[in-house]
């Protein structure tokens, strides 16, 4: 089974920047994501790459945040920089099965990691 841990999260001040990571047990070639929940909200997108490398952003954060893969390291990363309070999540990375094309779609996200905790204060 595919395996995914999430790290980099945090607490920062409004305009700072995180870099977050999942290792991923084993790199298939399928569409990868980031996802994020606050509490009492639903479970949103936040940006997902394909396995050709084209990225998807949300409006919200578009121009702000940077989805990235290494593959040779088994690695996806989001750079989020200029944070907003409304970025305060629980962030969690997800992959497709293998050949998942492109989407936002959560319930298309087979696999998941714990989450990793973004705090953002004003």
């Known amino acids: 089974q595919m395996q995914l841990m999430e790290s980099g999260g945090g607490s920062v001040q409004a305009g700072g920047s995180l870099k977050l990571s999942c290792a991923v047990s084993?790199?298939?070639?399928?569409?990868m994501g980031w996802f994020r929940q606050a509490p009492g909200q639903e479970r949103e997108a936040v940006a997902t790459?394909?396995?050709?490398?084209?990225?998807i952003y949300v409006e919200a954060v578009k121009g702000r945040f940077t989805i990235s893969k290494d593959v040779a390291n088994n690695t996806l990363y989001l750079q989020m920089n200029d944070l907003k309070p409304e970025d305060t999540a629980m962030y969690y990375c997800?992959?497709?099965?293998?050949?998942?094309?492109?989407?936002?779609?959560?319930?298309?996200?087979?696999?998941w990691g714990q989450g990793t905790q973004v705090t953002v204060s004003s």
């Open positions: 084993r790199y298939t070639q399928s569409t």
């Open positions: 790459i394909s396995w050709t490398g084209v990225p």
């Open positions: 997800a992959a497709r099965r293998l050949n998942g094309g492109a989407s936002l779609e959560p319930t298309e996200f087979h696999y």
